[in-house]
């Protein structure tokens, strides 16, 4: 089956300006999240979707973060405006959920680098 | 919320020795552990998880083992080869519901031939 699918790979933006994130889960699969991965450090979940719902957005920065899954597949991250902090390789993972498997399967990520 | 610690931050080893990675977490209702690996510029990848009804899982040269009363876990990779060196993450989350991982910083394992 394919995987997960993530666009763009690669993104350097400046400071203030705007960047999306797109992602398609694997065909089929209920749940999707967005993960940011800093250099160093672990994935940190920032929103979890159960198909076109938020499931948790806790640790999303609402004041600059969005996402949205409007038709329970594709899903877009959006930050406005960006930070330096920011830089972060950006993950999207989908899962089944349909059974009691709970392996979440990985995009290969976009790299974003903000100036 | 979920609180996980892994230790060590970088393991180095030689060919054909054992590597033991470890990770605490803080919620005692946290019941499914995965163990994944990210080779440099690549996604992570579970290669093994363990639910809290068992207390070890084997698959190969690789075994995680779970002390729920302690509240930690270990991965246990036997007769390491040079393309294990990775990064490993663990993570910790509840099923059922809200599946909401929360993962480990993550250890740099080099394996020396």
């Known amino acids: 089956e394919a995987g997960v699918a993530q666009s763009p790979r690669y993104k350097i933006i400046e400071k203030r300006q705007s960047v999306a994130f797109w992602c398609n889960p694997i065909?089929?699969?209920?749940?999707l999240y967005w993960y940011q991965q800093i250099l160093g450090q672990g994935p940190k979940l920032l929103i979890q979707f159960q198909n076109n719902g938020v499931v948790d957005d806790s640790q999303l920065p609402k004041d600059r973060f969005s996402a949205e899954r409007l038709k329970g597949v594709d899903s877009t991250l959006k930050i406005q405006p960006a930070k330096l902090e920011d830089s972060a390789v950006y993950l999207c993972a989908s899962s089944s959920r349909t059974t009691s498997e709970d392996e979440q399967f990985f995009g290969p990520g976009t790299r974003l680098t903000v100036l | 919320g979920e609180n996980v610690e892994q230790h060590p931050s970088t393991l180095s080893v030689q060919e054909g020795d054992s590597a033991v990675i470890k990770c605490t977490y803080s919620?005692?209702?946290?019941?499914?552990f995965p163990w994944y690996k990210q080779e440099l510029g690549k996604r992570p990848q579970l290669i093994i998880d363990i639910r809290s009804n068992v207390g070890e899982k084997k698959d190969q040269r690789i075994a995680v083992t779970l002390n729920k009363t302690a509240k930690h876990f270990s991965l246990h990779i036997t007769e390491t080869q040079p393309e294990d060196s990775a990064v490993y993450f663990c993570a910790a989350s509840r099923t059922g519901g809200s599946y909401i991982p929360t993962f480990g910083r993550g250890t740099s394992l080099i394996v020396h031939p």
């Open positions: 919620d005692s209702a946290s019941n499914y």
């Open positions: 065909s089929g699969h209920a749940t």
